[in-house]
């Protein structure tokens, strides 16, 4: 197989992550971190942007658990949307959700259109945050509360060969920024009460526990479904992502900003 081959959200990385994270998740942490970084934000008869929205796991637990009114949820694959449509009428929440698979860009929406912008670690991959962060002000409206997690660069510059060993090995497109970037891109959006939450001494502890899973209790039973040489090269990511964080330069991250009334 060809590096290639693993970059996709196929079948097989779908199975693997749910695996590791729970149905309808594909990043660390599932529902429970979904609740720390959402911890005070009142959703309930709230409408909700999903920035990124994957498998549609984070839609479902705001619909179920946090009494949300309307969820939309955006990505850019088309194959992804149409997993969150079945997970949603499987589930029962099709009337409280609704998805969509977008361009790369602006978003597609009107000004104040939402009371809460999410988004579960996937705004790295738009590499411009000052646009980023610009756009979700203007879709939110006044008084509305953007909160998310995503993963964050620990340093200012060029990575180190570890940190780029697991980029290459990842072979996804990275938008990495660091903290300050972050914090100024929300300020100069507008944004007040911001708080950046670093997550990096949870998830060291974390990943290794996930890793040791995908080695033993789930290895056999992976194994089959995607096939030896597909789980073993998921298993070498994780390490080479141990290493990354061990050494600070990626850094799980808690994003919160208010737009003022």
């Not at 590096?3 to 994270?21: C, H, K, N, R």
């Not at 660069?153 to 660091?178: K, N, Q, T």
């Not at 959006?189 to 708080?195: D, Q």
């Amino acid at each position: 197989m060809s590096d290639e081959t693993f970059q996709d959200y196929d079948g097989d990385m779908i199975a693997l992550l749910e695996a590791v994270w729970g149905e309808g998740f594909m990043s660390p942490g599932g529902s429970g971190e979904v609740d720390r970084f959402l911890q005070g934000v009142d959703l309930a008869s709230a409408s909700v942007l999903d920035i990124g929205c994957g498998l549609g796991g984070m839609d479902l637990h705001l619909v179920k658990a946090h009494r949300a009114g309307k969820v939309t949820g955006i990505d850019i694959e088309p194959g992804l949307i149409a997993r969150c449509e079945r997970l949603a009428e499987k589930h029962g929440i099709a009337k409280q959700t609704a998805f969509l698979c977008v361009e790369p860009g602006p978003l597609p929406f009107a000004e104040a259109a939402f009371d809460i912008v999410t988004s579960k670690d996937s705004i790295i991959h738009i590499a411009d945050k000052a646009a980023l962060a610009a756009d979700i002000y203007r879709v939110l409206k006044p008084g509305g509360c953007f909160a998310a997690s995503d993963w964050l660069a620990g340093y200012e510059g060029v990575p180190s060969p570890e940190m780029e060993a697991y980029i290459l090995a990842e072979g996804l497109d990275f938008g990495l920024a660091s903290a300050k970037t972050y914090r100024l891109a929300l300020e100069a959006a507008g944004f007040v009460g911001i708080e950046i939450v670093d997550r990096n001494d949870w998830y060291r502890d974390e990943a290794r526990r996930e890793r040791d899973r995908l080695q033993g209790a789930l290895y056999q039973g992976l194994a089959r479904q995607v096939g030896r040489d597909f789980l073993e090269h998921e298993i070498d990511v994780w390490d080479k992502m141990i290493v990354a964080l061990d050494r600070g330069e990626l850094r799980p991250t808690h994003l919160r900003g208010r737009k003022p009334a």
